[in-house]
Structures are given as C-alpha cells and as structure tokens.
C-alpha cells in the first residue's frame, strides 16, 4: 500500500472519481423522478430536467477545487458521469417493449447514440468547468489522496441511499415480482430495457433498483480499488474487503429471492441491505480526515463521558438492528407479531437513541477537540429518530396494515419511513464507531 497516489494521479485522479461517480448519482437521482410513471412527464421536460442537475452539480464541485485543476478535473469527471450514465442510456437504445413486456431489440443507430451522449458529457464538463473557472480560488492548494478517499466513501454512502429508496418502493407497492426473471429482463438484456414514463409502474420500480443496483456495485469495486491504492490502515482495508463482498452477496440473494419468489427472500436482502449501509457509513467515518486526526491522541473525553457514549450507542444500534428485523418481516411476511413487536419496541429504540444523541451534544463533549463532529453525529440522531417515529405513525395510520399501498402517496409513506429507518442505523453506527474510538486504548 502506498499513502497517497502518484504526483500527477493523486491531484487530478482522485479528485476525477469522486466528482465523476457524485455526478453521475445525481443525474440518475434526477433521471428516475422525472421518468416517473407516476408523473407522466414528457420526455421534452424530463431531458433538460436531467441535464440541468448534471450541469449544476458539476459547477458546485468544479468551484471547490484549485483553480489549476478546475478544467481538467472538471472535464474528466463529466466524462466519467457519462460512462455511468450508459447504464440508464440503455433504455433509450432499445426498441420499445410490446404487449408482454418484451423489448425487441435495440435501434439500429444505439452505438452513435452512446457515442454522442459521451460527447454530451464531454460538452457539459467544459460548459461546467468553464462557469466554474473565475470562482475557484487560485491559491487554494491539492488535498492529500487520503482526503480524496474518505469523501469517495461519503459518496457511496450517498449512492446506496437512493437504491435503498427504490428498493423501498418495490416493497411498497409489492411488485417484487414485476420482473420475473434475472439477471436478464423479460428474457433481454437488463441494461437495454426501454423504461420511460408510460412504462408499467411496477415494472419501472423493480427494473430502476436493479440498475441502482449496478451503479451501487461499480461504486463499491471502485471504493475497494481506491483503498488499496491509499490507505495504510490494514483493518480498514479488510472492513471495505468485507463491504464489498456483502455488495456482492447482496446482488445474488436479490437475484435468487426473484428466481424463488421467496419472501423471507426478501426479509433477508431488506434487512441486509440497510445493514450494509450501515457498514459503509462507519467506513466513511474511519476514512474522514477528522477520525484520521485524533488517531494516537488519548483522554479526548472524560473517561466517564467517553464510556457514557460508547454503552448507550452499542445499545441503540443493537436495538435498531433487531427492530429492523421486526419491521422487514411486517413488510414481506405481514405478520402481526412482528407488526405489535416493532411498534412496541419503537419506544425503546427511540429513547436509546435520543438518549445517545443527547449525551454527544452535551456541554462536556462540546468542549472537547471533537465536539463539533460529535455534536452533529448526535443532532442527526435525534432529528432522524424523531422523524422515524411520526413516519411510522403516518405509515401505520395510511393503509399500513395492507400489503399494497392503495395511492403513490402511501407508497412514499411507507418507503419514506424505511429509507428513514435506514438512515437512522446509520446515524447509530456513526455514534458506535465514535464511541468505540473514544474508548480504545
């Protein structure tokens, strides 16, 4: 392992990847909502929709860089987006699907399609670049590559969030099943599927998160390179080895849970999947400049407050995991066990979580030389478990004892209340990891 990358790789490189793959997430974000079926938007508002986001996200990173790194960076990080993007392209390049769902094939022109929408990439990159140029500050300096891979990792954190969203919606809507094959769909290749707005809604969902899917797996792969090239820490290394290959366990039980039509299939890749989320969130913890700082520095804490944070942070996310456990097997199996036993135990998983989030924005950890990020870790803890309980009332209260949601506005109900849920884990962990750090010898 090297500490950082070569000169030239390590000031433009680096920076490449994490503005190239947070781009492309965005676009794909702005792409699902406006090919919504739901909203029927047509193509012709959809399109500049989509390429505004891309434009505007790459200005506001373009301009937090050194201003001799702005084009170049700026560029190159388009194009990467654009790569990634020919992954939901593939739905432009096939024919359109006939009565039983079944595309065809692609368009006789789809390779200068491809071509041109790299070309777009390119364009939009300069357009960017160029907007971007007199705002960023020439005398800022390169960040160190180590810098570079801790906000990579806040960017898979970021990338899994939508995938867990749409795969949320999949639920909610129950149309798990919508494709009922893999990894191929409806018998073609699952990257030239023509979705768009008139699709099936159901078939839009499950076909989205499977393509989320991919985008969440590259994400990972590229994480896992990154590390190698970066960092020193042999642990942390063998944490991202793990993630990954729990990315890649994840894609083949949600395979294998559609080839079985199983439902504690599904129980367990919606409970793993915001486990591994979790688990991400503490690798982007252990890569952030400010865990990295207060490496070797002892008694940041009073001892007493130090364990406080440790032994209730533990406890919340245990708890949380095993209300998890209880709300995914409500969700697939609609047990009413599990229903009485997650609203039940809410009480418990809320007070443990303010409880934690209090005591890291207490007075004694403010005043210590990690308080702020302490201090926020705790805020979000409180605000997201808050949150998570008025969305599980407003789950419960809107049709939540049926299987299917009987409006869209339910579905974003119930799936809110679950992305939520997912978030809040990984506010808990990020608390667990701290507490762990505080506490270690």
Known sequence: MVTELSSTKG???APVLVHGFATAIAVWVAWFVTHLPWLKLPESSATPVVLGVWGATL????????????VPVGIASSVVAAMLGLLILGSKLAKPAD????????????????????????????????????????????????????????????GMAPLLFVGGLV???????????????????????????????????????????????????????????????????????????????????????????SRWGAVVHGVSAQLIFGLF????????????????????????????IRVFS???????????????????????????S?????????????????ILMSQAVRTSSVGVTLNRVGGALVAVVSLQFLLGWAAFLAGGAERTAGNPLEALIRTAHQANGAILIACAVMAFVWGRRLTSK
Not at 328 to 339: E, K, Q
Not at 342 to 358: E, P, Y
């Open 11 to 13: 000031r433009v490189l």
């Open 59 to 70: 200005f506001v990173l373009n301009s937090r860089l050194p201003r001799k790194r702005v």
């Open 99 to 158: 009565a039983s769902s079944v595309s065809p094939g692609v368009v006789p022109s789809a390779p200068l399609i491809a071509l041109g929408f790299v070309g777009l990439g390119l364009g939009i990159g300069v357009v960017a670049a160029l907007a971007a140029w007199p705002i960023a500050r020439a005398q800022r300096g390169d960040l160190p590559a180590s810098m570079w891979l801790g906000r990579f990792a806040v960017v898979m954190v970021l």
């Open 171 to 261: 639920t909610s809507t129950n149309t798990g099943m919508a494709v009922p094959d893999w990894p191929n769909t409806f018998g073609g290749n699952m990257f030239l599927y023509p979705l768009a707005s008139h699709t099936d809604a159901g078939i839009y969902f499950e076909h989205s998160h499977r393509l989320f899917g991919t985008l969440t797996g590259i994400t990972a792969i590229t994480l896992l390179l990154f590390t190698m090239f970066v960092e020193t820490r042999r642990w942390v290394n063998v944490m991202v080895l793990i993630a990954f290959l729990l990315v890649v366990a994840q894609g083949i039980v949600g395979g294998l849970r559609v080839l079985a039509d």
């Open 281 to 308: 969130a503490a690798i982007a913890v252990v890569m952030s400049s400010r865990f990295r700082s207060v490496i070797g520095i002892k008694d940041l804490l009073a001892s007493e407050t130090a364990r406080r």
């Open 314 to 340: 533990t406890a919340a996310t245990h708890a949380l995991i095993l209300q998890l456990v209880f709300g995914a097997m409500y969700r697939h199996l609609r047990s009413p066990h599990a229903l009485w």
């Open 342 to 358: 997650h609203i039940g135990f809410s009480v418990i998983v809320a007070g443990l979580a303010v409880f934690a989030g209090f």
